[in-house]
């Protein structure tokens, strides 16, 4: 009797891990809510979802980290169907005509970055101490990763007058970025299913 109440006080008394699915969701939902606002530098105009962009990542290394890869696996595919749902539905609200083109190269740049990130993250989690320089390169490739299928999916071009220097300068504001998210991430300790 003493050990079916010791067992009951050490189960965990739910799972918590459907927040972050829920945040992750919210957070791609606002990021492409955020693409339409822009800001402009030196002549280029840059959305405000590329400060975003960085904490998606972040959730989802979170969600790896604390959990495990397949609530990361099954994160990924809720807040990328959700995503685009959401352009769907906000195209018919809007009256605009859906493209397959923004659906699939949204999409595709979404979930192949993630899974490349998750891929990477989770050979530094189980096979190097992950030094914070790793970490941060892995958001930095998971970045130029995204802004890459999104380019070639979406807007189906590269060669415009200032595409370049406009990715360029992401890049560099998101290198910035990064650099609190990888501290961040270094700071959070691996969950308790993980340690089991």
């Given at each position: 009797m003493t050990n079916i109440r010791r067992k009951r006080k050490e189960d965990p008394i739910y799972n918590d891990c459907w927040m972050y699915i829920l945040l992750l969701t919210t957070l791609v939902i606002l990021l492409e809510s955020l693409k339409s606002y822009t800001f402009k530098i030196h002549g280029i105009y840059l959305s405000y979802s590329l400060f975003l962009l960085p904490l998606v990542y972040l959730l989802a290394n979170y969600i790896t980290k604390k959990y495990d890869y397949k609530k990361t696996v099954a994160a990924i595919a809720i807040s990328g169907v959700m995503s685009v749902c959401?352009?769907?539905v906000m195209s018919?609200?809007?009256g605009k005509q859906l493209m397959l083109s923004s659906?699939?190269?949204e999409f595709c740049a979404y979930v192949v970055s993630q899974f490349v990130n998750l891929t990477i993250y989770l050979f530094l989690l189980n096979n190097?101490?992950?030094?914070i320089v790793l970490i941060f390169v892995n958001y930095l490739f998971s970045l130029i990763v995204y802004y890459m299928f999104y380019t070639l999916i979406y807007l189906n071009m590269i060669i415009l007058d200032n595409f370049w220097e406009g990715y360029l300068i992401t890049l560099v504001i998101?290198?910035?970025v990064c650099i609190p998210v990888a501290i961040i991430d270094k700071i959070v300790k691996r969950g308790r299913e993980q340690s089991k």
């Open positions: 959401f352009v769907a018919f609200a809007l659906l699939s190269g190097t101490k992950t030094p998101q290198f910035f």
